[in-house]
């Protein structure tokens, strides 16, 4: 697995982004995938997960109801639309990929993407 997230960049509060992450590799419908986030001075947090086929997906309180996170297999891609966006939702946006559901710790995860910054102005 090899992970490549883009799509960040500066956005005003009220607006929409769309990240994606898409992975080189050819086992990617075996993996959980997942978006974390870093804030400056702040601990990597869960955003939200999807499972293997998409059926099913997780998200964090803090951007339920305005993140949706989605995945095409035939695209090796995972999306994440971001809407509503707040200036809390500044932050580095990873993907990863983890064999398990349910358990949303980072530690769970075994594959990481380098990371997209997203910047939301007041």
């Known amino acids: 697995v090899q992970l490549q997230a883009y799509g960040g960049g500066l956005v005003q509060a009220g607006g929409s982004l769309r990240l994606s992450c898409s992975d080189s590799?050819?086992?990617?419908?075996?993996?959980?995938m997942g978006w974390f986030r870093q804030a400056p001075g702040k601990e990597r947090e869960f955003v939200a997960a999807?499972?293997?086929?998409?059926?099913?997906?997780y998200y964090a309180d803090s951007v339920k109801g305005r993140f949706t996170i989605s995945r095409d297999n035939a695209k090796n891609t995972v999306y994440l639309q971001m809407n509503s966006l707040k200036p809390e939702d500044t932050a580095v946006y990873y993907c990863?990929?983890?064999?398990?559901?349910?358990?949303?710790?980072?530690?769970?995860?075994?594959?990481w993407g380098q990371g997209t910054l997203v910047t939301v102005s007041s």
């Open positions: 990863a990929a983890a064999l398990t559901w349910g358990d949303y710790r980072e530690t769970e995860y075994d594959f």
């Open positions: 590799g050819r086992t990617f419908s075996s993996y959980v």
């Open positions: 999807i499972s293997w086929s998409g059926t099913s997906t």
